[in-house]
């Protein structure tokens, strides 16, 4: 198994998570330099059905922090979310909260 070690705790590295049993998981939103503001918030309220002013909020907290934590669930129900992110050009990973 492998684990991250983030500075603050160790996180599992989203291939290392079983997802046969549903592991409980965070969906982890990176800043970059080419997706706009209105992107981000578009993406978060019609694939995570977050609403205008979640999304506003993370969309903020991103862009001051480098990254957020855009949702909490069981890691096979964030694979399929991660993935739609990542086809709209975000940059999204599964952390594993083992």
Do not use: Y
């Amino acid at each position: 198994m492998s684990i991250f070690a983030s500075g603050k705790e160790d996180v599992l590295l989203e291939e290392d998570i079983d997802v046969s049993i549903g592991e409980p998981a965070d969906l982890i939103v990176f800043n970059d330099d080419h997706n706009t503001f209105d992107w981000v918030m578009q993406s978060f309220v019609e694939v995570l059905g977050h609403s205008s002013e979640q999304s506003e909020q993370l969309a903020l907290m991103i862009h001051l922090k480098g990254k957020a934590t855009v949702k909490s669930a069981a890691f096979n129900e964030l694979r399929p979310k991660k993935d739609a992110l990542c086809d709209r050009g975000l940059s999204a990973v599964i952390e594993g909260k083992g």
